[in-house]
């Protein structure tokens, strides 16, 4: 997996001078948080993707990897996405397909799935108040049918300050319900640089250490 992220890092400079509307992301944290819980077991993790935008800014795809540790065996996994953002009403709105692969997984556990993502935001002045809601019809590992829906309020404080707070909660089917919170801020260290530090956490500790609440910094950098 190492090599592959060195791999995506070593042609990003190229690919982006080739193609307009490509943007490279590489990025490491000290946990990896999705939907409030720990995919790396609390540990570090390390990701890059490439992502394309229409001129108009409409459409776009793209796609990622990054290393993980879930209970399923997974030490790795690949993202591909395509999507479209119209505007309407002062509104922006964000809709988009997912596939998901999971490398390396135990066997006969369940690697991949199609999540679905429908998502809106709008700004009032320095606040930006956005909802977004996940599907996937068959979720990885023993998790079947799962929604999970979010909420979060960002308020940009200083051009390169935003903190933010989110509230969600996630429904599966053979998988535990659970709600999950998270809040902090991210700070523009240059133009391409941002670092992220924030708390998450959820209302299932008893589920186990990916449940449990966790301070997480994060550094991304745009290429």
């Known amino acids: 997996m190492a090599c592959a992220i060195l791999a995506l890092v070593g042609a990003a400079s190229a690919a982006q001078a080739q193609v307009p509307g490509v943007t490279w ?3 490491a944290a000290t946990d990896y948080r999705s939907k409030g819980l720990s995919k790396s077991d609390d540990d570090g993790y390390a990701f ?3 992502d394309w935008k229409s001129p108009d800014g409409l459409l776009y795809a793209g ?3 990054a290393t993980v540790d879930v209970p399923f065996g997974a ?3 690949t993202d591909l996405k395509v999507g ?3 505007k309407a009403a ?3 709105f964000d809709f988009a397909v997912f596939y998901r692969h999971f490398g390396d997984t135990s066997p ?3 690697d991949d799935y199609v999540e679905y993502r429908a998502q809106a935001s709008k700004v009032f002045g320095r606040v930006t108040v956005r909802a977004l809601t996940w599907y996937t019809p068959d979720n990885a590992g023993a998790p079947e049918a799962s929604r999970w829906s979010e909420a979060r309020v960002t308020w940009k404080a200083r051009p390169n300050l935003r903190p933010s707070v989110s509230l969600g909660a996630h429904q599966q089917e053979n998988g535990p319900d659970y709600a999950a919170w998270n809040a902090g801020v991210a700070y523009d ?3 391409k640089m941002e670092l992220d530090l924030r708390w998450y956490d959820t209302d299932a500790h008893e589920r186990g250490s990916r449940y449990d609440g966790e301070a997480v910094a994060s550094l991304t950098l745009k290429l």
């Open 84 to 86: 479209v953002r119209p």
């Open 189 to 191: 260290l240059t133009r």
């Open 63 to 65: 796609a990622a990897a």
């Open 108 to 110: 006969g556990a369940d």
């Open 25 to 27: 992301t590489l990025g």
């Open 48 to 50: 890059a993707a490439v």
């Open 75 to 77: 030490d790795y996994e």
């Open 90 to 92: 002062g509104v922006d």
